[in-house]
C-alpha cells in the first residue's frame, strides 16, 4: 500500500485546511486509514482514524474541530481541519493498517500563525 498526501499548508489561526491521502496497492486489504501528526520535539500522536465499519476515533484535542473520512470509491482519506490553533503546527503523516502492519505516506506540513 502506498499513500501520498496532499493539502498541508500555512494559514492563520482560527482558518481551515483539508488535507487528502490518496491510496495504491491492495487497497482491499486495509482496514482502517487514519492521520498522525509531529510537532517539533515532540512524539508523534495519532489524530484521526477511521474503520471499514465508519467507526471514527479523534484525539481529545481535535474533536469538534478536525473530521475525517473517506472516499472508498476514490481510495482516498480527508482530514477537514477548522479552527486551526498554533499548538496543530506539525507534519502530518497519512496512514493505513491491516493485518499486514501499518504504512505511512510522505507527510505533508501544516503551519498555524498566531
Known amino acids: 500500500v502506498q499513500l501520498v498526501e496532499s493539502g498541508g499548508g500555512l494559514v492563520q489561526a482560527g482558518g481551515s485546511l483539508r488535507l487528502s491521502c490518496a491510496a495504491s496497492?491492495?487497497?482491499?486489504?486495509?482496514?482502517?486509514m487514519g492521520w498522525s501528526r509531529q510537532a517539533p520535539g515532540k512524539q508523534r500522536e495519532l489524530v484521526a482514524r477511521?474503520?471499514?465499519?465508519?467507526?471514527?476515533n479523534y484525539t481529545d484535542s481535535v474533536k469538534g474541530r478536525f473530521t475525517i473520512s473517506r472516499s472508498l470509491a476514490k481510495n482516498t482519506v480527508y482530514l477537514q481541519m477548522n479552527s486551526l490553533k498554533p499548538d496543530d503546527t506539525a507534519v502530518y503523516y497519512c496512514?493505513?493498517?491491516?493485518?499486514?502492519?501499518?504504512?505511512w505516506g510522505q507527510g505533508t506540513q501544516v503551519t498555524v500563525s498566531s
Open positions: 477511521i474503520t471499514n465499519g465508519g467507526r471514527l
Open positions: 496512514n493505513a493498517d491491516g493485518d499486514w502492519g501499518i504504512a
Open positions: 496497492g491492495v487497497i482491499s486489504s486495509i482496514n482502517a
